[in-house]
């Protein structure tokens, strides 16, 4: 059972930057899809992010967040640049495990994701 622990998250004002992340333990994250996802108070749980062989993005945060992994640390980030108010939410972590080899796209429904973080508050203020 893989546990992840999302940290980073904070305030800041519009146009400012946070790097989230998301330590694993109990097992290596390298063959396994991961994704970041938010949910805003009284919205839906929404995909941002997912990193397999490439890395993808919802259309809302594409070319303002970046995704990446350090194999090395077991740690997965989420660099936000650019932040708006409306990327104000819990942010999470989740690990799916689809295959014995990691796929080069990974799912962005959160149905495919069965291990989850705790979660992050990121506020982003006008």
């Known amino acids: 059972q893989v546990q992840l622990v999302e940290s980073g998250g904070g305030s800041v004002q519009a146009g400012g930057s946070l790097r989230l992340s998301c330590a694993a333990s109990?097992?290596?994250?390298?063959?396994?899809?991961l994704g970041w996802f938010r949910q805003a108070p009284g919205k839906e749980r929404e995909w941002v992010a997912s990193?397999?062989?490439?890395?993808d993005y919802s259309t809302s945060v594409k070319d303002r967040f970046a995704v990446s992994r350090d194999n090395a640390k077991n740690t997965l980030y989420l660099q936000m640049n650019s932040l708006k108010p409306e990327d104000t939410a819990m942010y999470y972590c989740?690990?799916?495990?689809?295959?014995?080899?990691?796929?080069?796209?990974?799912?962005?429904?959160?149905?495919?994701?069965?291990?989850w973080g705790q979660g992050t508050q990121v506020t982003v203020s006008s």
């Open positions: 990193s397999g062989r490439y890395a």
């Open positions: 989740a690990q799916a495990d689809l295959s014995s080899i990691l796929p080069a796209f990974c799912p962005a429904n959160w149905v495919a994701y069965k291990n």
């Open positions: 109990g097992s290596t994250l390298t063959s396994y899809c």
